[in-house]
């Protein structure tokens, strides 16, 4: 059974940074695309960043160059850097995962989800 469990979330002022983590079990991690979603209260969830397989990143604009996604193939653990926090980035953050890259890059509707973890930034 595939699981994927977020830490690292919190509240920090603007400029801050947090690092977020996804532990993943269940499934061959490195063979899987990945990626960072968030929803903020009232708005759709949105893309925030990616991995492929072979380690391919891809970002939404409005955090490129703050946000930096990476995985360790061998913990199985996803991560999220984020630096030069802004208050729009007031969210909830979800770790997802599938092996089809169209599902989770284009649909947005990747197989596997994790619960979420929190992220506060204020002015």
């Known amino acids: 059974q595939v699981q994927l469990v977020e830490s690292g979330g919190g509240s920090v002022q603007a400029g801050g940074s947090l690092r977020l983590s996804c532990a993943a079990s269940?499934?061959?991690?490195?063979?899987?695309?990945m990626g960072w979603f968030r929803q903020a209260p009232g708005k759709e969830r949105e893309g925030v960043a990616s991995?492929?397989?072979?380690?391919?990143?891809s970002y939404a604009d409005s955090v490129k160059g703050r946000f930096t996604v990476s995985k360790d193939n061998a913990k199985n653990t996803l991560y999220l850097q984020m630096n030069s926090l802004k208050p729009e980035d007031t969210a909830m953050y979800y770790c997802?995962?599938?092996?089809?890259?169209?599902?989770?890059?284009?649909?947005?509707?990747?197989?596997?989800w994790g619960q979420g973890t929190q992220v506060t930034v204020s002015s």
């Open positions: 997802a995962a599938d092996p089809n890259r169209f599902r989770l890059l284009v649909l947005r509707r990747p197989n596997y």
């Open positions: 991995i492929d397989s072979d380690g391919g990143t």
């Open positions: 269940g499934y061959t991690h490195s063979s899987y695309f």
